[in-house]
């Protein structure tokens, strides 16, 4: 796994945790 797609993991994932809060 590179590091941009670690890192578009973790944005992905913050993305629909915040989507789920609201």
Known sequence: MTD???K???L???T???ETRM
């Open 12 to 14: 992905y994932i913050q």
């Open 4 to 6: 941009k797609t670690a």
């Open 16 to 18: 629909v945790i915040s």
């Open 8 to 10: 578009a993991k973790i």
